[in-house]
């Protein structure tokens, strides 16, 4: 593939080290989130709201500043590498919007999908158009928090389904609970969930 190069996005999630790692054997970009100061991280990224910035962010970066550019949803006069998310260019991009009916302006577009920071990391990857393939660690979804599972996952994997539908390889842990249908299985709907019923389960229904 002509000028593409490996990308890791790197979550907190317990391979997230082993993601690491593999930044080091490619010698390739790395990017975290949030609190993460690695070393071989190339961008960070910090998606929260203002008001989380100015109450928790802006202290962590006045001790800790990364030297690394930061995506924000916009540029911080206080964060000198803070760098603005892309939103427009990655909404005309994507090619998806929700329509929805105001009673004083009409129908107008919403904004794109966006429910957790991977998913800002995963799409921009894609916007950028030169990243194959991607790792994903350290997005493990381990944590029983029902906001991960519920609302943050199916962003994940909103996006992957556009990158391997763009030709675009991910590699993701064994154990990563993306891409499954439940805590402990990769279910595959009819063989391995609500298998094939006995001939006595068939017959106690016939009767």
């Not at 590498?81 to 919007?97: D, K, L, N």
């Not at 950028?128 to 994903?136: L, N, R, V």
Request: net charge negative; proline share 6%; with cysteine.
């Amino acid at each position: 593939m002509e000028n593409k190069r490996p990308l890791v996005i790197l979550g907190a999630g317990p391979t997230m080290k082993e993601g690491l790692q593999i930044a080091r054997d490619q010698r390739c970009e790395a990017w975290g989130c949030n609190y993460m100061t690695d070393p071989e991280l190339t961008r960070l990224f910090q998606m929260h709201g203002d008001s989380f910035i100015r109450s928790r962010f802006l202290a962590f970066y006045l001790e800790n500043p990364p030297k690394v550019p930061i995506v924000m949803q916009r540029k911080w006069a206080e964060i000198p590498t803070s760098v603005a998310f892309p939103m427009r260019q990655h909404a005309e991009h994507i090619g998806f919007s929700r329509m929805r009916i105001n009673s004083r302006d009409g129908i107008r577009q919403s904004n794109p999908y966006h429910a957790c920071t991977m998913g800002y990391m995963l799409s921009l990857a894609l916007l950028h158009g030169c990243y194959d393939p991607i790792y994903i660690y350290g997005v493990d979804f381990y944590s029983e928090l029902r906001h991960e599972s519920t609302y943050e996952r199916p962003s994940v994997e909103f996006y992957m389904g556009w990158a391997l539908a763009s030709g675009v390889t991910l590699e993701i842990p064994e154990n990563s609970r993306l891409l499954t249908t439940s805590d402990n299985h990769r279910q595959v709907y009819g063989l391995e969930w609500n298998p094939a019923l006995s001939i006595a389960e068939v017959e106690a229904l016939s009767q």
